[in-house]
């Protein structure tokens, strides 16, 4: 287990950003860090020269650790602190079957109702993601990416289908994430999003919920060989 801190990083300024605003600032900076892998599975988040990086007091820094603690991506260890949460690979193979079977389910029902209005959101979305992928901006196209996802899920108007994949979705981001660090994967990703454009438009309800769940299934093919050859040199552990 380390305590990990990129030095060489740009240093955001939330000095000047007040209560509730800097909180969540600082919350959605940390989270990022996690997903794009500064800050490591096993690795001790260091308050001291994380509020000093980002020039702030801790209690923002704390808040956020609450949050991503009751994300479950990161865990309070006595003692110890906050580290990000360490998770074996069998545990997110069952996650993202959930996840994928989910999806699936939430593009089916969005199919049935979806408007025009959304339609065009999502074609706007798409449109940008390509231009993310254009530019090798892997975040950025990971935050229009959620984007999408997000929206089809509000798009299948049940309550506890939406909190679900909230809660699933915030826990395994680093995984989804990983999954476009593969060219490969990433350049077909691009053209699975626009397959399920397609779908969408067309109402196709069965081919949708095809697509969207082996879009995933396949996102997590990628990851998992990223995270297993983590777990071999010693980057990411078992959990203690």
């Keep these: 287990m380390t305590e990990h801190i990129d030095s060489t990083a740009p240093l955001p300024d939330f000095a000047d950003e007040n209560g509730q605003t800097q909180h969540v600032r600082v919350t959605d900076w940390l989270r990022d860090r996690v ?95 390509t231009d993310r992928f254009l530019d090798s901006d892997l975040l950025g196209y990971f935050k229009v990416n959620q984007e999408i996802h997000r929206l089809i899920v509000e798009g299948s108007r049940n309550p506890t289908l939406m909190e679900t994949m909230i809660q699933l979705n915030n826990r395994f981001a680093r995984y989804r994430y990983d999954s476009n660090k593969s060219p490969e994967r990433w350049k077909r990703a691009i053209q699975e999003h626009e397959q399920i454009l397609i779908a969408i438009s067309e109402r196709n309800v069965a081919l949708l919920g095809a697509l969207l769940r082996s879009h995933v299934s396949r996102g997590w093919g990628v990851a998992k060989e990223e995270t297993l050859a983590e777990q071999k040199s010693g980057r990411a552990g078992l959990p203690d």
Excluded: W
Aim: net charge negative.
């Design 35 to 129: 997903i794009e892998g500064e800050f490591g599975p096993g690795d001790r988040i260091p308050e001291v020269r994380t509020c000093q990086r980002l020039r702030i007091s801790r209690t923002p820094l704390r808040e956020a650790i609450k949050v991503l603690a009751a994300e479950r991506i990161l865990t309070l260890k006595p003692n110890r602190g906050a580290i990000v949460t360490q998770t074996n690979p069998q545990d997110v193979d069952h996650a993202m079957t959930v996840i994928a079977s989910l999806e699936g389910l939430a593009g089916e029902l969005m199919c049935q109702r979806v408007t025009p209005e959304e339609i065009e959101r999502l074609t706007v979305l798409t449109a940008e993601l």
